[in-house]
């Protein structure tokens, strides 16, 4: 049996930390929403067989973008946090998909994704027995903080990685290790932490650094400028 492949972009938080009143995902990016540019390079991706974006309750921007009628592309309700919407999008894919298909966790907020990262990872990973994720090593010193944001140490940055995504696990995999990472209240704030606790060990791909999640107001500017550098824009 050919092993699928398909995609979950997590699209229903509020960005509380960009500050604006439109929530990130919905923000104009060189005249396209940010979603929009993350669902294309999904949606244009021949092995991708079809992506389920998990969207709030209150979300009145989706129908607007160009993806909302497309073939492609399904509805999940959004959770309360993450590892919710993902775990929704997942039963989504039940009935379409087998258990040993692969799934492809995307920030929506992550618009800068480059196709040769995404085929690393899939060509990578698409006989590994775990699965794993996109990342890069950290590129500066790294400290932990302590009282009133004064230093407590200095750790050792040579093992840390930055992860990104997608995430990419087998749907039946990720499925259970999400359900019970949300048994023992696990908030999980990311897919390979739930693979983890499993006591599996995710691989890192590394890929670019400009595979910048938009988090606050300057990263917006800065994803434009990938964008260009990239030449998609
Ligand atoms: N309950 C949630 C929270 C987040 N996300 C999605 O998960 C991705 C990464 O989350 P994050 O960057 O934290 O987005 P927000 O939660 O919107 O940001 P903030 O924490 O600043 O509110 C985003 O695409 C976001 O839309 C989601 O689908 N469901
Ligand atoms: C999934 C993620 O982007 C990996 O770095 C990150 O964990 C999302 O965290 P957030 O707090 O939901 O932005």
Redesign the pocket.
Same mark, same amino acid.
């Given at each position: 049996m050919t092993t699928g492949f398909w995609a979950v972009?997590?699209?229903? /938080?509020?960005? =509380?930390?960009?500050g604006s009143t439109v929530?990130?995902?919905y923000l104009e990016l060189a005249g396209r929403a940010v979603i929009e540019h993350t669902l294309e390079g999904f949606v244009s991706h021949a092995r991708i067989q079809g992506v389920v974006v998990?969207l709030?309750a209150e979300d009145g921007y989706w129908d607007t973008t160009a993806y909302a009628a497309h073939p492609k592309v399904l509805r999940a309700p959004? /959770?309360?946090? =993450?590892c919710?919407?993902?775990l929704n999008a997942l039963s989504v894919l039940e009935d379409r998909a087998n258990e040993d298909d692969w799934v492809l966790v995307h920030?929506?907020?992550?618009p800068c994704l480059r196709r040769s990262d995404l085929d690393r990872l899939i060509d990578s990973l698409c006989e590994d027995s775990v699965g794993g994720l996109l990342g890069i090593p950290v590129r500066d010193t790294m400290k932990r903080a302590g009282d009133g944001e004064r230093i407590d140490a200095t750790v050792d940055r040579s093992s840390l990685w930055h992860a990104y995504t997608p995430q990419m696990f087998r749907l039946g995999l990720l499925r259970r290790a999400l359900h019970e990472a949300l048994e023992a209240n696990d908030l999980v704030t990311d897919d390979a932490s739930a693979i983890e606790r499993l006591g599996l060990a995710p691989r890192l791909i590394e890929g670019h650094a400009d595979n910048l999640?938009i988090?606050r107001a300057e990263d917006l500017p800065l994803a434009q400028f990938y964008l260009q550098q990239q030449g998609r824009i």
């Open positions: 972009l997590p699209a229903a /938080g509020v960005g =509380r930390r960009m929530p990130k995902q998990a709030g959004g /959770g309360a946090e =993450r919710h919407s993902v920030d929506a907020a992550r999640k988090t």
